[in-house]
């Protein structure tokens, strides 16, 4: 990783930790905020791009009394996916474990 990248990736640390907007710590710590969208657009981008490390588990569940259901292993959380779901429910829950 470059110098620049860990320094950027320090104030991007320090903002989150201010719960400040990202205008209001710029100004406060007197940082260009065109380079800080663009720095926080670059590890988002980062974050958001799966690594070859990354292994979701994916099986289908059938039990002799129910109906069938997708089971989505992430590490060690268990999702299952009944067929009658409601969708916005499992978009909702994705999103989160996403973006968490």
Known sequence: ??????????RMDQWR?????????????NI???QMYYWKRKFD???DTPSSTDWVEISQSVNNDECPSLVIKI???LV??????????L???LHLLKYS
């Not at 930790?17 to 710590?29: G, N, P, T, V």
């Not at 009944?82 to 429910?89: A, F, N």
Request: hydrophobic content about 30%; charged content about 35%.
């Open 80 to 89: 299952e996916v009944k067929p009658q779901v409601d969708r916005q429910l």
């Open 45 to 47: 981008q980062q974050r």
């Open 17 to 29: 930790e201010s719960r400040l907007s990202i205008a209001a710590w710029c100004r406060k710590e």
């Open 91 to 93: 978009s909702d829950v």
């Open 75 to 77: 590490d060690k959380l």
């Open 1 to 10: 990783m470059s110098d620049k990248h860990l320094e950027w990736q320090s």
């Open 32 to 34: 260009n905020t065109h």
